[in-house]
Structure formats: structure tokens, C-alpha cells
């Protein structure tokens, strides 16, 4: 049975997840449900999407955490009730938010429990973030991935480096330009699943089949073609896909759902032609799902979408980045020897600030000025 559009929300966290979620909404109006979360007013205030949730103001001042998931966790934790509420009467909430800050990090977990609590299944698209960004952002996404992996039921991770090999031409961008796409691309595949019917269907049990493969955990990838030969198209764009590192992730997956989109016009041949070539490049022993989608807007155009169940592992670091690298220098002034670390305080186990009871922070100009001022700004003080 597909679910009415009405019952699916997608709901980005976090500065990232906002931006993803707001692009959605401009590119798919008539798509389902949505609605952005975030400390960061300015990134609310940037979006189009209708209902924009402000969490934890009285943590933050409307500032982002910081790159503090504590921070961030705490303020979703502050706003539990708001949350809930948005969720009253649905039926699947796709979750989405880039690893690695504070408030996607942080609140993520937050907003599925709060889904869940309220009788919603609950998927969530979640990116590691480049190497490029230094060593802390991915240590910080990977601290979360079991945890995520438990609050959902189903989690898909998308390791940002994984596409490099698509846009190593780019600036920083583009490149999370072409992470976005990627990721909408992902969550309309899912949603079309879930709410269009098809002719030979996939419903939210497939998918929970997929997950109980993968200790919560999956990868996917996806081709997208055009024109006669749209079929082999689309499955050779699978087959090479970073993604999907260039097949042996299919080598490697317990089970595999393939979704296939076209439009009326979808011929036989080429449904054949990528279940064949996807059947022959995976294990023998892994569980199988195929569905075919019928869409008007699809007349001569193939989307093929995978979703591998995987056992998650940490993807390696090709040797330290020119960012990271100037980070170590600059703390340790050019001199061999002990490396002092600048740390950041932890206000979250503070959370009034040492505030009087009842009273607000001092905001001024929609800044908390009870934070410090190189704590708000983002500076890091040299020695
Ligand atoms: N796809 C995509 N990813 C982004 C973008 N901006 C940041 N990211 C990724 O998301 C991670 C988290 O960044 P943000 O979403 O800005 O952080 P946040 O959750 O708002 O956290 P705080 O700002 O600390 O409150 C980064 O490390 C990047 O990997 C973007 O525009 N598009
Ligand atoms: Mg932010």
C-alpha cells in the first residue's frame, strides 16, 4: 500500500540539512511535507520552507551550536515539545542533516526519537563529512553513527569523499553543491517508494528487511538516463558509481533494494537489463527487492536507485589534509615538542549560565552575549 504524500515529512537539521531540505522544496513543490530545524536563526530565515523550527534560542541566541553537538543535543532536548508536536498524524519522517557541526550532529537523534514517539517510522539521510574539513568534523560524525543507526530505523550515510572523484575539479561550493543533488535525489527516490504505487511495488517492509541486513546501517546509489538506450545507461552509471565504489560495495551488501523509475514508456527490456547486470555483479547469498515506479513526468528517462545493506566501516583518510596540517603548525608555533590544544568550554554542562532564576540571557542585536565572544565568532585565539 503507498502512503498518502500527506503522511511523509522530510525534515532537515542543521545548517546543512536546512539547506538540502529548502532546495527540495524549491525544486519539488508539489513533493511531500516539509520543514527545517535549526539553533542557527539565519539559516531558518534563509529557507523557504513554511514551517521553521528554532531550537534551543535560549542555549545558542539564535547562533548555531558552535560546532558542539552537546550543545546541539541539549537545544533539541529544550525544545522536545515543539518537536513533537510537528509530528502529530505522520506516517514516515525522512530525517536529513550533514555530520560533523553542532546542531545536525547534536539534534538529530533528538528529532527521531521525538518522530518516533509519536508512531512515525523513521529514515535518515545523514553525510560524513570531507576529509578536507580536518580530522575533528569526521571524528565527530563517526561518535554519532551508532547512535543515529539506533534512533532511526533506517540510516542512510553518504561519505562526502566518496564523491571527489566526481568533482575534484571544484571549489568547496560546488562540491556541496553536488553533495545536495546527490542527497535529493536519494530522498525523492525513497519517497516516490514509499508513496507512489508501482507496478511491481516496494513498501516501508522492504525497506525494514533491507535495514534488519545491516546493523541499521546502508549506502545508495543511483543512474539516471535518457533516451534509447537509457536502461544500459543508467545501470553502467550504478556500476561505476563512486558511490557504490564502483560496484564492490554491491559485492559486499547483504541485501539490496533496487527502485526503478520511468515513465509510461518503461520497456521490459530495459527493467531486464539493469536487474541483470545488478543480480550478477552482487553475492549470491544476498536478499533481493526490486520495485518499478510509472511516473508522467518520466517519459523517456530511467532513474534506477540502490539501497545496500552494509556493514558500516569508517572510510580511510588518504593522509592528512592542507587544512588540518596548518591547524598543527600554527598551534605549535613552528617549534618540535609538546602541541598545546586550544579547547573549547563546555557550556552544555552549564546549561543556565549561571543565570538567576527565571531570567532570560542578555541578547543583544540576537546575540547571546553570556557566551564568549570568541566562543560566538568562531575565533581561535593564537599563543
Ligand atoms: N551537502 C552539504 N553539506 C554541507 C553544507 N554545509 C555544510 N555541510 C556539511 O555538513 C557538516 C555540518 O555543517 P553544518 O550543517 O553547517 O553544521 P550545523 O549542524 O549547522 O552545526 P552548527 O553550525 O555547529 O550548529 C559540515 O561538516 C559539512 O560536511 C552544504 O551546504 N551542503
Ligand atoms: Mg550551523
Redo the contacts with the bound molecule.
Keep these: 500500500m503507498a502512503l498518502n504524500d500527506n503522511r511523509i515529512m522530510i525534515v532537515g537539521v ?4 536546512c ?2 531540505v529548502s532546495k527540495l522544496h524549491d525544486t519539488v513543490p508539489s513533493g511531500p511535507r516539509t520543514a527545517v530545524i ?3 536563526s539565519k ?1 531558518l530565515s534563509g529557507s523557504s520552507v513554511p514551517a521553521r523550527i528554532q531550537i534551543g534560542s535560549v542555549q545558542t541566541g539564535g547562533l ?4 558542539n553537538p552537546e550543545i ?1 543535543n541539549q537545544s533539541a532536548l529544550d525544545d522536545a515539545e515543539m518537536l513533537r508536536g510537528l509530528f502529530s498524524d505522520v506516517g514516515i519522517v525522512i530525517v536529513v ?9 547534536g539534534a538529530t537523534p533528538v528529532v527521531l526519537d521525538m518522530a518516533r514517539e509519536r508512531g512515525a517510522l523513521t529514515i535518515c539521510f545523514a ?1 560524513r ?2 576529509n578536507f ?1 580536518g580530522h575533528h ?1 569526521s571524528k565527530v560524525a563517526d561518535e554519532q553513527i551508532e547512535k543515529l543507526a539506533k534512533s532511526s530505523d533506517m540510516l542512510i550515510m553518504l561519505s ?1 569523499d566518496l564523491m571527489l572523484e566526481f568533482i575534484s575539479e571544484a571549489n568547496m561550493g560546488e562540491a ?1 553543491a553536488k ?2 543533488d546527490i ?1 535529493i535525489n536519494g530522498i525523492c527516490a525513497v519517497w516516490m517508494m514509499v508513496a507512489r504505487p508501482g507496478l511491481i511495488n516496494l513498501d516501508f517492509a522492504d525497506l525494514q528487511r533491507v535495514v534488519q541486513n545491516s546493523e541499521g546501517v546502508c549506502v545508495f546509489g543511483y543512474g539516471d538516463a535518457r533516451g534509447s538506450e537509457r536502461g544500459k545507461e543508467a545501470v553502467r552509471q550504478i556500476l561505476d558509481s563512486p558511490l557504490l565504489e564502483k560496484g564492490k560495495t554491491l559485492e559486499k551488501a547483504k541485501a539490496l533494494l533496487v527502485s526503478i523509475i520511468g515513465g509510461h514508456d518503461m520497456l521490459i527490456r530495459d527493467v531486464d537489463e539493469v536487474i541483470k547486470k545488478i543480480r550478477e555483479k552482487a553475492s549470491a547469498d544476498a536478499e533481493f527487492f526490486m520495485g518499478t515506479i510509472m511516473d508522467e513526468d518520466w517519459k523517456d528517462r530511467l532513474t534506477v536507485t540502490v539501497i545496500a545493506a552494509m556493514e558500516w566501516s569508517i572510510p580511510e583518510e588518504k593522509g592528512k589534509e592542507p587544512s588540518e596540517r596548518k591547524e598543527v603548525k600554527s598551534q605549535s608555533g613552528g617549534r618540535k615538542g609538546k602541541q598545546n590544544k586550544q579547547g573549547n568550554l563546555d557550556f552544555s554542562a552549564f546549561p543556565d549560565k549561571g543565570r538567576f532564576k527565571g531570567m532570560g540571557g542578555t541578547i543583544m542585536n540576537g546575540e547571546d552575549l553570556d557566551i564568549p565572544t570568541y566562543y560566538r565568532k568562531g575565533i581561535e585565539i593564537g599563543k
Design positions: 542543521g545548517g546543512a540539512g539547506k538540502i535549526s539553533t542557527d539559516a548555531g551550536a558552535g560546532g546541539g542533516a550533514g555530520l560533523g557541526g553542532g546542531t545536525g550532529t553525510t563529512p570531507f574539513e568534523r562526502n556541496f553533495v545536495d542527497v
